[in-house]
């Protein structure tokens, strides 16, 4: 394995679930943001949807979630090795035939066949 | 102490992630162990000190390379580079290993420099930036030209300098005040904040920073 990768092994995070495009998951991401009197504040937002692509490798590696939110298509990429990543939980699996599933932008409604489990 | 650096090797680009998810462009770099091959101190106020980097077979140098690293006592080293600056020869003593922690420290500036990926004889367009002519409306063999060199009768001549086609790249290109980002002991690696000059695995050399003179210029 070449130095790169192993350098950056080191700083990845390990604590995540393996998520696959297709999959709908429940992404938890902190804000850091600055309130009226200039205090730093963090909060945590979530977000739900379906990952139609994965990019990148490494510590460099991200997620695309899509969702509708009131009628209109929401995208959203997180990287996945940041910190501030607060949270990642699938909550179903998807079956798709496909890396990118950006199809899915003309369509009204997000429908992914679900993974049957064995 | 400014103007002493290490010989390396260009490994590649990453990213590196502070404790906020802020994400900083890094080029890794792997100087070291570095060899003094030799100390200068002449009396017209000439100081410096040779680096060597990446031990070879022997068979791969010259006698007279050899024999001058067989003097200083280091081992047979594919590069070697002079390092010169005022009071610069004092730290170092000839046959010592020097690795990056003895030099550098996080957070430090640095000058960085290599030779520039060569593209060959490249023309106008790639060289210098110049627009080209259109691709359609009517061009016809008029794309990628770089149009006038000059005016008429007056000046009469090509001024000196003006932007042509020509070899670009594979050249030594500095550049200056890239921050240490991060330092790794263990395998003697800086990473440096930023891109550097030079394919991966290339040659670079990287110094402490010459930063800014009396006047506000770089030295």
């Known amino acids: 394995m070449d130095i790169v990768r192993r350098i950056e092994q080191t700083m990845m995070r390990e604590d995540l679930p393996s998520v696959d495009v297709g999959d709908t998951v ?30 990148g490798t490494g510590i460099s590696e991200s997620i695309l979630v899509r ?18 990543l607060v949270g990642l939980e699938i909550v179903t699996k998807g079956k798709v035939r496909r890396a990118k599933l950006y199809y899915l932008r003309d369509k009204k409604h997000l429908v992914v066949k679900k993974r049957s489990r064995f | 102490m400014k103007g002493i650096g290490l010989l390396g090797r260009k490994i590649g680009m990453s990213r590196f992630i502070d404790d906020k998810g802020i994400f900083t462009p890094v080029t890794l770099i792997k100087a070291g162990p570095n060899y003094v091959v030799n100390v200068r ?15 070879v077979k022997e068979k791969a140098l010259n006698k007279p390379k050899l024999g001058a690293l067989k003097k200083a006592g280091v081992p047979p080293v594919r590069f070697v580079k002079e390092f010169r600056y005022p009071g610069i020869s004092e730290q170092f003593q ?47 063999g008029w794309h990628r030209r770089i149009g006038s060199i000059g005016n008429r009768t007056y000046p009469g001549e090509v001024k000196p300098g003006k932007k042509m086609p020509g070899q670009y790249g594979n050249e030594q290109v ?46």
């Open chain 2, 41 to 55: 101190k002449e009396d017209n106020g000439l100081e410096s000190v040779a680096m060597g980097f990446e031990v």
């Open chain 2, 174 to 219: 500095t550049v200056r005040n890239l921050k240490i980002v991060k330092i790794i002991p263990e395998q003697n690696i800086i990473a440096v904040k930023g891109s550097v000059p030079g394919s991966k695995n290339g040659f670079v050399l990287v110094r402490k920073a010459y930063g800014l003179g009396p006047q506000g210029r770089s030295e």
């Open chain 1, 26 to 55: 429940r992404v938890k991401w902190r804000f850091n943001e600055k309130d009226r009197s200039g205090e730093e504040k963090s909060r945590v937002q979530a977000f739900e949807g379906i990952i139609i692509a994965k990019k």
């Open chain 2, 94 to 140: 000839v046959g010592q290993e020097v690795n990056v922690t003895d030099v550098f420290q996080d957070g430090e500036l640095v000058d960085v420099i290599g030779v520039s990926r060569g593209r060959g004889f490249a023309g106008g367009v790639r060289r210098w930036g110049f627009a080209g002519g259109p691709k359609t409306h009517g061009s016809r």
């Open chain 1, 67 to 84: 969702k509708i939110s009131s009628g209109i298509g929401v995208e959203k990429s997180f990287p996945i090795h940041s910190p501030n």
